[in-house]
């Protein structure tokens, strides 16, 4: 969070990078920007950069194929690994998808034929559905006190332009309460949430794709999308306004604080 160390390790990094040494970094793309702002890296990021997009169809047949190939397992029905693939192949989140997709079909593999079956698959609602029903599940398994504290935390860990937000674990108990914990744990637990283990201990959902692939979800966004874009506007200054040791002149006034009100 302080300014002053994160361009001081940006210069450690690109310091670290001379001579044979050669130093990796993989950043989502909405750090890009963020990225680009500290001094050090500015430069460096415009000549350096590689952008990973979604693997072609044959390397996705190769990613879900060849591990269970190397334990001895295969799909009952072969033209199953391609119909997964041709499923999501133009989606974002096509690696998300496909990644937990293959990992419930795993869970329900057959030990006995080592052979992952079709009937799984359809059951757990293919690779469109596979996390959406993972989602619903797990909201059916909360209790009834804790199941509008879920609605309530995806609120904020959504944007108004649908994608992810990052809170800290502090601002998570200030919205939630004291249910914060034990809500925020078992979601980690069943794999829609993501924790950081860094001194803010930041929380988001795991992927983008779980927004368009959870009908639930997808209905909060609507009905909360009036107010979204208000949230995300007051969030951001907020936390300008602390980073920049509260001064008077970044508070909201007169339109822009009746608008929020209202």
């Not at 909405?30 to 997009?53: G, K, N, P």
């Not at 295969?74 to 499923?87: H, K, N, W």
């Amino acid at each position: 969070p302080d300014p002053a160390v994160r361009e001081s390790f940006a210069t450690a990094l690109c310091a670290a990078a001379t001579g044979e040494t050669r130093v990796v970094i993989t950043l989502r793309d909405d750090f890009l920007i963020r990225v680009q702002q500290l001094t050090a890296m500015r430069e460096r990021l415009s000549r350096s950069l590689q952008l990973l997009a979604t693997p072609a169809k044959d390397d996705l047949l190769r990613v879900l194929i060849e591990p269970a190939r190397r334990v001895g397992y295969g799909f009952d029905d072969p033209e199953l690994p391609a119909r997964m693939i041709d499923t999501v192949l133009d989606h974002p989140g096509a690696l998300a998808l496909l990644s937990f997709a293959a990992s419930q079909l795993w869970r329900l593999r057959d030990r006995q034929t080592k052979l992952m079956r079709k009937k799984a698959y359809e059951a757990i609602g293919g690779v469109g559905g596979a996390l959406g029903q993972h989602a619903e599940a797990t909201l059916a398994m909360m209790s009834e006190r804790e199941r509008p504290l879920v609605r309530e935390a995806f609120r904020h860990l959504v944007t108004a332009q649908h994608t992810r937000a990052v809170l800290t674990g502090t601002e998570m108990r200030q919205l939630l309460g004291d249910g914060a914990g034990p809500v925020i744990e078992k979601l980690v637990a069943a794999r829609i949430l993501v924790t950081s283990t860094d001194a803010q201990d930041h929380v988001e959902i795991i992927h983008e794709a779980l927004i368009e692939s959870w009908p639930r979800l997808a209905g909060w966004l609507r009905e909360d999308a009036e107010t979204a874009r208000l949230r995300d506007s007051l969030r951001a200054s907020a936390r300008q306004w602390e980073e920049r040791g509260q001064p008077n002149g970044l508070l909201w006034r007169k339109e822009t604080l009746a608008e929020y009100r209202v």
